[in-house]
C-alpha cells in the first residue's frame, strides 16, 4: 500500500516553491495549463500555485510511506492506551468509594441475591458461580485498608496508560520509552495469569503488548536498537533534504 499517496488524497498534496532557482527548476514543469509543482510527499505534479514558498531551508517536514504508517499503527496503540487507562481510573475511583460503604454493600448482597435468584434460575445465569457476584463477595471481606491499597494501585496504573496515551498521540520520545518499559514490566505477570486460566481477551492483549513493544523497539530504534537514536535523523525529511527527496521521487503524471 502506498501511504504516501494515500495521504495526499485525504489531506491534500504539498507543493512548495524554493527560492533557489536550481532547486525549483527540478521541482516545477511547464503545462498546457500553466506551472504545475511536484509534491514534496507523493511526487504527483500539481498544477496551480504552490501550497508555500521560501528559502529551500524552510520546506515543510513531510513524512513518507513508511513514516504515514508508523504514525497510523502509534495513534492505534495510544488510543488504546488511553481508553484502558480511562477504564482502569473509573474503577481505581469505585474501588476506593467502596470501602466507605462494604457494610451497606454486604446487606444488599445479603438481601438480593435470594431475590435475584428465581430470575437468575429462568435465564440460565447460575449466581453462584457468577465472577461478578464472586468479585462482590471478595470486596465485601477484604479489609478496607487493602482496598484503598487496590485503588491507589488503580488509579497510579491507570494515570501511567493515560500519560502514554497522550505523549504517543502526540509522538513523544519519552512516552515510546515509558511504552516499552511499562508494558514490559506486566508481561511477567500476563504469562502467570494466562497459565491459570486463558481467556480470548487475555490471549489478544498478551499478543498486543509483545507486538507493541517489538514493534516500538524496532522502529522507533529506542535503547539503540535497529541504528539507535542516530537513525531516526536519517529519516526525519524537512528543508533542503525534503526537496531533495522530491527531487528523487519517480515523476508522476500530472495530477
Ligand atoms: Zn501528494
Redo the contacts with the bound molecule.
Sequence with gaps: MDW??R??ART???TFSPAEDHLAQQIRVSTPVGTAWK??????F?PGEPFAHGPASEAPEILHDHQIRDRVIIRFLAVERFIRGLIVLVLGIVVYQLQGSQDSLQDRLTTSIPLLKPFADQIGWNINQSKFIHLLNVIVETTPHTLVLIAIGLVAYGCVQLTEGIGLWYQMRWAEYLTVVATSAFIPYEIYELMHTVTLFKIGAFVLNILAVLWLLWTKHLFGVNGGGAAIEVESLRGQSAIDHAISLRTAPV?
Design positions: 504516501s499517496t495521504a495526499c491534500g498534496h504539498v509534491c514534496l510527499r507523493c511526487g504527483v500539481v495530477a
